[in-house]
C-alpha cells in the first residue's frame, strides 16, 4: 500500500479529534510534550511508551474523546510505519552487510593509505560520510570508533584532530540524509519529495560537514587534548576473515540508492511528463523501496559472496540486521501517531493561523521548534518526527523545493547541542575516554555548529531558489 493510499484510508476513517480554541490547545501540545519529555528524562521510560503516553495525554488536555484519540494515534503509527518501516529495514540489512563482510573495513583501510598528515582529519570526513549514508548513527560509530582511536595512536594525532571529523560526518548523515529514520519521517510528514531532498540534502551536507569537521577540530583539540584510550580500542570485524569485498564494488554499492533516488529527481525535473517512458521507469527504479531492496540483493553478492559468505552466513547477517531496529521502528511508529495526534487535534491548523500574524519564516520557526523538543528530550529523532507533526500543515503551499528545504530545517534543529540526556552524548564520552566538561566543549559543541550551519545554509538557499 502506498502512503498516498495509506493517508486517504486515515483520513477516511479518522475524524478530527476536538475542536477545541486556540488557548486550549496551545496548553495541551505544551502538556504531551512535557509529558514525553518526563518520562524520558526523569522516569527514563522507553522513547516508544513516552510518545505513546505523550499522545493519550495530549488528546486528554485537548478534551478529546478517549477513542478518537486512541483512532489517531494508531492510524497515525499504521501510515508511518507502511511509509518508512520496510526502508529502516532495508538500511539495516546493508549497514550489517557492509560491516560484517568487512567492506567498511576496506573503504577505511583504502582512504587512509592515501591520506596522511594535514590530510588525514579531511579523510576521516570522506570515511564517515560514505560509511554513514547507509548506517544508523550508533552503528556508525561502533564501526568507526577502533579506526579513529588506532589513527590517532599509530599517526600521534590529537584524538579530537581525528574523532571530531568522524563524528561529524556520522551527525551530518543521521540528521540530514534519507534514508535516515529522521529524514524519511519528516519526508513523509511533510509529503516531500525525497529525491530533492537528498540532493539538497547533500548541497547543505558538504559545507556543513567542513565547518563542523575538519575546521573545527582544530580548535577542539587545543580545548581537549588527550590520548586515545588503549582500553576503548577492539577488533575489527575483517580481522576474522580470510577476504574481504573491494574497494570499488563496496563504494559502488553503498552509493546504489543515492545514486538510483537521485537520478529519479534529475529525471523528474528534466522529462516533467508523468506520461512518458522514461519517467516511468526512473519513478519505478528511483522509488527509495526499489532503490534499496536493489543495493541490499546486489550487496549480497558485491559484500557477502566476495567476503565468502554461504547462504547460511548471508541469511543469518540479514537475520541478525533486523533485530537491534526493533526499537527504533517502535519509537518512529509512535512519534508517527504523535503526529496524527497533533494533527487531527488542530494543533497544526493553530501554528499555521498564528504563523501568518508572525513575520518568523516558516523555515526557522521549523528550526526552532526542532531545536526547542531536542534540547528537552535528547533525541534527535523524537525532536524531528514531533516537529515535522506539528509544522505540516506550513508545507501546503510551499514549493516542492521550499518543502525539502522545510525536511532540512527541521533536520538540522534535531541535533542541536546534545547534552546529558542524549544517548550519543554518554556514547562519545566512554569511548573517546572524555569528562563531561570536556565532552561538552568538543562532541555538544560540533553538534551545535552542524545545527546552526545547515540551518543557515537552508535559510539561504530559501532565497534563492
Known amino acids: 500500500m502506498t502512503r498516498l493510499s495509506v493517508e486517504m484510508l486515515a483520513a477516511d476513517t479518522v475524524e478530527p479529534i476536538t475542536s477545541a480554541g486556540h488557548a486550549q490547545l496551545g496548553i495541551a501540545v505544551l502538556a504531551g510534550i512535557a509529558v514525553i519529555v518526563l518520562l524520558i528524562t526523569k522516569f527514563k521510560l522507553h522513547a516508544f511508551l513516552a510518545l505513546t503516553i505523550g499522545s493519550l495525554a495530549l488528546g486528554a488536555f485537548a478534551g478529546a474523546p478517549l477513542d478518537k484519540t486512541i483512532a489517531s494515534f494508531t492510524s497515525g503509527l499504521g501510515s508511518t510505519v507502511a511509509g518508512v518501516g520496510v526502508l529502516i529495514a532495508l538500511g539495516a540489512i546493508l549497514g550489517k552487510l557492509l560491516a560484517d563482510s568487512g567492506g567498511a573495513d576496506q573503504i ?102 567542513i565547518i563542523a569537521g575538519p575546521v573545527f577540530s582544530k580548535y577542539a583539540a587545543r580545548w581537549v587534548d588527550v590520548p586515545a584510550p588503549d582500553r576503548m580500542i577492539p577488533a575489527r570485524a575483517s580481522e576474522e576473515l580470510e577476504k574481504r569485498p573491494g574497494f570499488g564494488a563496496t563504494l559502488a554499492t553503498m552509493l546504489l540508492p543515492v545514486v538510483l533516488m537521485l537520478a529519479k529527481a534529475l529525471v523528474d525535473i528534466v522529462v516533467d511528463d508523468p506520461k512518458h517512458m522514461v519517467q516511468r521507469v526512473f519513478d519505478i527504479i528511483g522509488s527509495p523501496l526499489v532503490a534499496l531492496l536493489a543495493a541490499v540483493i546486489v550487496g549480497m553478492f558485491t559484500l557477502g559472496r566476495a567476503a565468502g559468505f554461504t547462504r547460511e552466513r548471508l541469511s543469518t547477517t540479514v537475520e541478525k540486521s533486523l533485530a537491534p531496529i ?98 550519543g552524548f554518554w556514547l562519545v564520552k566512554e569511548y573517546f575516554g572524555l569528562s563531561v566538561g570536556q565532552t561538552l566543549k ?17 535559510l539561504l538557499l530559501s532565497l534563492v531558489i
Do not use: C
Request: glycine share 12%; charged share 10%; no cysteine.
Open 108 to 209: 577505511v583501510d583504502t582512504i587512509l593509505a592515501k591520506a596522511g598528515g594535514r590530510a588525514m582529519p579531511w579523510a576521516m570526513v570522506l570515511i564517515a560520510s560514505v560509511i554513514g549514508l547507509p548506517l544508523f548513527f550508533e552503528v556508525g560509530i561502533v564501526l568507526l570508533i577502533p579506526v579513529v582511536l588506532m589513527v590517532a595512536k599509530r599517526g600521534n594525532y590529537s584524538l579530537m584532530r581525528i574523532g571530531i571529523p568522524a563524528l561529524a560526518g556520522l551527525s551530518v548523515m543521521h540528521g540530514l540524509i534519507p534514508p535516515h529514520p529522521g529524514p524519511l519521517v519528516a519526508i513523509d510528514a511533510v509529503g516531500a519529495n525525497l529525491g530533492i531532498t537528498l540532493a539538497l540534502g547533500v548541497l547543505v551536507a558538504i559545507p556543513t560537514v
Open 442 to 458: 568538543t562532541w555538544s559543541v560540533m553538534e551545535t555548529i552542524i545545527s546552526v550551519v545547515a540551518g543557515g545554509l537552508v
Open 326 to 423: 526493533a526499537g527504533i521502528l517502535l519509537i518512529v511508529g509512535a512519534g508517527g501517531g504523535f503526529k496524527q495526534t497533533l494533527i487531527d487535534s488542530g494543533v497544526g491548523q493553530m501554528i499555521l493561523d498564528i504563523s501568518k500574524d508572525w513575520s518568523i519564516p516558516a523555515l526557522l520557526l521549523a528550526w526552532l521548534i526542532a531545536v526547542a523538543i531536542r534540547l528537552a528530550t535528547g533525541s534527535a529523532t523524537v525532536a524531528t518526527i514531533s516537529a515535522a507533526g506539528l509544522v505540516a500543515p506550513l508545507a501546503a503551499d510551499m514549493s516542492t523545493t521550499h518543502t525539502a528545504l522545510l525536511v532540512l530545517a527541521i533536520g538540522a534543529g534535531s541535533l542541536f547541542f546534545s547534552h546529558v540526556n542524549d544517548a
